[in-house]
């Protein structure tokens, strides 16, 4: 039977949403409520008065904490996967004004790295091969020895028929053999 290594899909949008930890959640969701409770509980006016000012306030003052609250917390997952300095970043993220801190850590942040599954390696995005064991992560063609998809038959850069290399056999599970 063959065996199948799944892949996470680290680009997909459910994926990145997954990374928004539960306290980050919870925090958003009480600022938000925190806030409504504010604008039209706490706040001094009369019945009626300026109504649809004090839910236009509350509903924009609360999503904007609540999205900075969602976006401190995927930075303090993201950081981590990227082996950054999580502290600093927090640090930066939460303090500088108007979310300048975000910003510069969407512009600096480095790539995800993952682990050669055979040698623990820190292993950068696109790589095909484990620098230390050599260990093949990702298909590549026998003939040109570039990247291809785990789909094709071909070499889309060469021509190379594909079946013919002897790829590893966690690679071929995906063919019909």
């Known amino acids: 039977m063959a065996e199948v290594h799944e892949r996470r899909d680290t680009g997909s949008a459910e994926y990145d949403l997954s990374l928004i930890p539960t306290w980050s959640i919870l925090l958003a969701a009480i600022f938000f409520v925190g806030l409504q409770y504010l604008f039209h509980f706490k706040m ?3 019945h009626g008065e300026l109504l649809a000012m004090r839910i236009a306030m ?3 003052w ?3 904490l609540s999205s900075y609250a969602l ?4 930075v303090s997952r993201d950081v981590k996967r990227r082996n ?4 600093l970043w927090m640090l930066m993220v939460i303090l500088m004004p108007a979310g300048i801190g975000a ?3 969407f512009l600096v ?3 995800v790295v993952s682990r050669c599954p055979h040698c623990s390696t820190e292993l ?3 790589y095909n091969f484990c620098p230390q064991c050599r260990f093949q992560t990702a298909p590549v063609c026998g003939q040109c020895f570039r990247s291809v998809q785990i789909t094709d038959i071909y070499c889309s850069n060469c021509g190379h028929d594909l079946a013919a290399d002897g790829s590893p056999r966690r690679l071929r599970a995906y063919h019909d053999e």
């Open 84 to 87: 950054m300095s999580a502290p």
């Open 124 to 126: 950068q995005a696109g």
């Open 44 to 46: 001094p006016h009369r």
């Open 103 to 105: 910003i510069v850590y």
């Open 71 to 74: 976006l401190a917390g995927y």
């Open 62 to 64: 609360g999503s904007a």
């Open 109 to 111: 942040r480095q790539p």
């Open 58 to 60: 509350g509903f924009f």
